[in-house]
């Protein structure tokens, strides 16, 4: 027998009325606005306009930059933080671009680079961490 696993906005979606909210005039917005501060939108149709999405923590371009504010050589950089020097070498060259838990490692290194080094080092020297795992 299959399983069907939804998330609590599935549900919550799936109850929605799509039929009455297609309907809904831009009088019926303002009503349900005016009963109900909390249904306005949040920004203006000029903001919409002009909204950019932005991405916090995009480090795809500065991975060599990082580096050499640390002042370390592609290698030295890849042993120090757990990556492959290929992977390294990638990033910096915009092969590929850091993802995932990738990327949030490179942020708190551009940050916190000596913590991470101290915890890396206390995970390889009490063996909970495989020293030959790599985070690409």
Do not use: C
């Not at 027998?1 to 549900?11: E, G, L, P």
């Not at 000596?114 to 080092?121: H, P």
Request: zero cysteines.
């Amino acid at each position: 027998m299959n399983t069907t696993v939804r998330s609590r906005a599935d549900v919550d979606q799936a109850k929605f009325d799509w039929t009455k909210a297609d309907a809904a005039t831009n009088e019926d917005i303002k009503r349900q606005i005016a009963e109900d501060e909390d249904t306005a939108p949040i920004f203006t149709e000029e903001e919409l306009a002009r909204a950019r999405r932005v991405i916090p923590g995009d480090l795809s371009g500065d991975v060599a930059a990082l580096r050499r504010r640390l002042g370390l050589t592609q290698r030295e950089f890849a042993a120090r933080y757990g990556f492959s020097i290929d992977t390294v070498a990638n990033w910096e060259q915009r092969h590929r671009e850091p993802r995932g838990s990738a990327r949030v490692l490179l942020k708190v290194i551009a940050n916190e680079p000596d913590a991470v080094t101290r915890a890396l080092a206390k995970t390889s020297r009490g063996g909970q961490a495989d020293s030959s795992s790599r985070r690409d």
